[in-house]
Nanobody, 122 residues
Framework: QLRLVESGGGLVQPGGSLRLSCAAS????????TGWYRQAPGKQRELVAR????????NYADSVKGRFTISRDNAKNTVYLQMNSLKPEDTAVYYC???????????????WGQGTQVTVSS
């Protein structure tokens, strides 16, 4: 129905950068929002950044403001998370979540990606 493919995670030194991608495919009528979340070991999953697909409105967790930027390419149904000035505390599995309506339906649903590991360490 809807498939999410995340990519871009990896190991980076403190102060470095990574760009995550979340590509959606399938019988998509419309996507309302896409968000990036993260979960560190022993902690709850938390919102990192979110973007509305039509208006491009964004919001960020306080801990990443000024360092992370979320953006979208509507033609590719892809959302990016540019992460700069990475810190060890950014280490986590990062997940994207899409709120969308599928063709032939009228109700929006949410889908999660499989997650991508980001490790910030020297």
């Amino acid at each position: 129905q809807l498939r999410l493919v995340e990519s871009g995670g990896g190991l980076v030194q403190p102060g470095g950068s990574l760009r995550l991608s979340c590509a959606a495919s399938g019988n998509i009528l419309s996507i309302a929002t896409t968000g990036w979340y993260r979960q560190a070991p022993g902690k709850q999953r938390e919102l990192v950044a979110r973007i509305t697909i039509t208006g491009g409105n964004t919001n960020y967790a306080d801990s990443v403001k000024g360092r992370f930027t979320i953006s979208r390419d509507n033609a590719k149904n892809t959302v990016y998370l540019q992460m700069n000035s990475l810190k060890p505390e950014d280490t986590a599995v990062y997940y994207c979540k899409v709120t969308a309506v599928l063709i032939g339906t009228t109700t929006s649903r949410q889908w999660w990606g499989q997650g991508t590991q980001v490790t910030v360490s020297s």
